[in-house]
């Protein structure tokens, strides 16, 4: 199959956001990710030279509070792209439906009968595909009573979660300890933390020995060096039981390299597993579509696992991303992140329509790696606000346009799919609109 880009509309600026721009079928050489489609589909991920074994030995997702249908949506797409890795969201597990949020968090009390359904529906088809999947909870956490890891009673009252996902074959569990910084008055304390941790895996390897544990720590980023961290870390590197994995998220969200891998596993002591926070836009109003970039090609010399952080309500659209995570993960010395991009929208559609569909939106939201900020930049309303401080409402205008023109083309050529997706630009379109509506 071959493919050209199309040419774009005199009156259409069709790229925007630190990419480059497009008019009249120009594009600058300028941009920091101009995007063309690619001439021929090729395999995805990009295949690895003979005799050559895959980067990271795990490569996955988590959810992103998702509901068991979005877990159920994903496991063939995880397959198709070689991932071998699920975890669940801890959010997921939280009450009050499968959202969060201010004391939703009641991790001690047993989990309600639709939810154990719905998990237990994941876990299975994760089974069934071939995927190691990984139990995970936080239990402090946005809850009105966060865990005391020295209190007996609380390990009790966790273990029930723990036991049952041991119950139906799971074999790979977690506890995240991050973030929990905002709960007031929380008393953070590694050698309590590890001494939970090692106990709560003591228990799962009693029952068998295979079992395998990551701890996020409530420090998981960095170089393992900043004066703040340096104490618990050193206590984890000390107390933890060696065979558990550490999750790290890397430098910062935006860059990770292999010497801060090294510097954060020189002081943890401990394997790591990689968080990457990407694409995920913590459900925030704006979607992160472009590449995964800025990893080091040999971080998987120092890092065992590869987990991708997703968007939350989008999952559907998530794929375009996250095929390019599973690109980088599976074979990060051959990965480039324009090659990976274009496949990845040439392996989502099946017409040229909405491939160029697809390609468009994603050069409107490109990622935060690409475009800058964090999870919650919104590359459209950034570049429209700057367009109308300058007093450019021609451009603003045509902005507005060609963003109008992507919603619809949407509804067009995707009548049913990409709801989740079709909100966020919507919502975007008419925010634009009540602005113009009022110069």
Not at 17 to 37: D, K, W
Request: net charge positive; glycine share 6%; hydrophobic share 40%.
């Amino acid at each position: 199959m071959t493919f050209s880009r199309r040419t774009v509309p005199i009156l259409v600026v069709a790229v925007w956001y630190g990419l480059g721009v497009a008019v009249a079928g120009q594009r600058s050489a300028t941009g920091i990710l101009p995007l063309e489609l690619p001439k021929e589909t090729r395999p995805l991920p990009e295949p690895l030279p003979q005799g050559q074994q895959p980067g990271f030995k795990l490569r996955g997702i988590k959810g992103w509070a998702w509901t068991p249908e979005q877990y159920l949506e994903e496991i063939p797409v995880l397959v198709e792209y070689k991932m071998n890795f699920l975890m669940n969201c801890y959010a997921s597990l939280y009450a009050g439906g499968w959202s969060w949020g201010a004391n939703s968090n009641r991790w001690w009390e047993p989990l309600p009968t639709a939810k154990k359904q719905g998990l237990e529906k994941v876990i299975r088809a994760a089974q069934a595909h071939g995927l190691h999947f990984c139990f995970s909870m936080n239990p402090q956490l946005f809850s009105p009573r966060p865990l005391n890891p020295t209190s007996e009673e609380d390990f009790e009252k966790l273990w029930q979660h723990y036991a049952w996902a041991q119950s139906l074959g799971v074999k790979w569990f977690n506890l995240c300890l991050d973030d929990v910084q905002v709960m007031p008055g929380l008393r953070i304390d590694a050698s309590d933390h590890c001494k939970f941790v090692n106990k709560l895996f003591a228990r799962l390897r009693e029952k068998d020995a295979e079992v395998r544990f990551i701890f996020c720590t409530t420090y998981y980023g960095g170089t393992g060096n900043e004066p703040e961290v340096v104490g618990y870390l050193d206590t984890v590197a000390r107390d933890l039981n060696p065979e558990i994995y550490i999750f790290w998220t890397g430098d910062t969200f935006r860059r990770i390299t292999r010497a801060a891998a090294e510097s954060y596993k020189k002081r943890v002591k401990h394997r790591l597993f990689l968080w990457d926070n990407y694409p995920v836009n913590d459900a925030q109003q704006t979607m992160h579509l472009g590449p995964v970039t800025a990893r080091d090609a040999d971080l998987c010399e120092v890092i065992d696992g590869y987990l991708s952080n997703p968007m939350a309500s989008q999952n559907e659209m998530n794929r375009i991303p996250l095929a390019t995570c599973a690109d980088y993960a599976y074979n990060p010395k051959g990965y480039n992140p324009t090659r990976s991009i274009g496949q990845a929208i040439l392996h989502a559609a099946d017409t040229d329509a909405r491939r160029i569909l697809l390609l468009d939106l994603v050069e409107q939201y490109p990622g935060f790696i690409s475009y800058g900020g964090g999870t919650g930049t919104n590359p459209p309303r950034i570049e429209f606000q700057k367009l109308i401080a300058a007093r450019n409402f021609y451009l603003a205008r045509n902005m507005f346009r060609h963003l109008e023109d992507i919603a619809a083309r949407l509804d067009r050529e995707f009548p049913d799919r990409y709801p989740a997706t079709k909100k966020t630009l919507r919502a975007d379109v008419e925010w634009i609109r009540a602005i113009l509506d009022k110069k």
